[in-house]
């Protein structure tokens, strides 16, 4: 079946834009993750949605960011006024149920370039 | 502050020999482990896990074992193919709300025909 799915592959923005990053999760998944994995780090947790819960934000590195996830489906990531750190390939992975044991399955991610 | 460590970036081993990539953790309060393997261009798939209550882990050619003294863990391939070639990713989690997990930068691994 169809696996995670994000869009665009290939961002270049800016200083000061704002840009908006799409996943589309595995179908009847209820937990969705939005990690970011910057140049020579492993990747770090920004925001995590479960059903109709209020999402984890304690990831988020600052109010510049947000999440929404309609539906409990589609998820998109907002980043206002990027900055050049903002940087990254940012990539989203949804899980089954969102358990400590549940696979979690990632999309091919977004590469963002800031100028 | 990286709570999951990877101190080899890069590993090279030829064919049929034994890869063996190592991962070490500070937070005593992680009790799951995994091993993702990302090739090129597309997100990280997963590989193999461990509990905190167990200390190998045997899945075909790929054992992880866990020193939960030493937080240290090791995945082992064994024999190595050239397929194999990929970055790996240690991850480990704490159950939280969130479940997340806390990942390494990542080794990569070149197995030479």
């Known amino acids: 079946g169809a696996g995670v799915s994000q869009s665009p592959s290939n961002k270049v923005t800016e200083k000061g834009k704002d840009v908006e990053l799409r996943c589309d999760p595995i179908?009847?998944?209820?937990?969705l993750y939005w990690y970011r994995q910057s140049l020579g780090q492993g990747l770090e947790f920004l925001i995590y949605?479960?059903?109709?819960?209020?999402?984890?934000k304690s990831g988020l590195p600052s109010d510049r960011f947000s999440a929404e996830r309609t539906g409990g489906s589609v998820s998109t990531l907002t980043i206002q006024r990027t900055q050049q750190e903002d940087s990254a390939v940012y990539l989203c992975a949804s899980s089954a149920q969102g358990t400590q044991y549940n696979e979690q399955f990632f999309g091919p991610g977004t590469r963002l370039t800031v100028l | 502050d990286q709570q999951v460590k990877q101190n080899s970036p890069s590993l090279s081993v030829q064919e049929g020999r034994i890869s063996i990539l190592n991962c070490d953790y500070t937070?005593?309060?992680?009790?799951?482990f995994l091993w993702y393997k990302k090739y090129p261009a597309e997100g990280p798939t997963f590989l193999i896990s461990?509990?905190?209550?167990?200390d190998k882990n045997e899945d075909g050619r790929f054992t992880v074992f866990l020193n939960k003294s030493a937080k240290h863990l090791s995945l082992h391939i064994v024999p190595s193919q050239p397929g194999d070639s990929a970055v790996y990713f240690c991850?480990?989690?704490?159950?939280?709300?969130?479940?997340?997990?806390?990942f390494g930068t990542g080794t990569r691994l070149t197995v030479i025909p």
């Open positions: 461990i509990s905190s209550i167990k």
């Open positions: 179908s009847g998944h209820t937990a």
């Open positions: 991850a480990a989690s704490v159950q939280t709300g969130a479940n997340n997990l806390f």
């Open positions: 949605f479960q059903g109709n819960s209020a999402p984890d």
């Open positions: 937070n005593s309060m992680f009790d799951y």
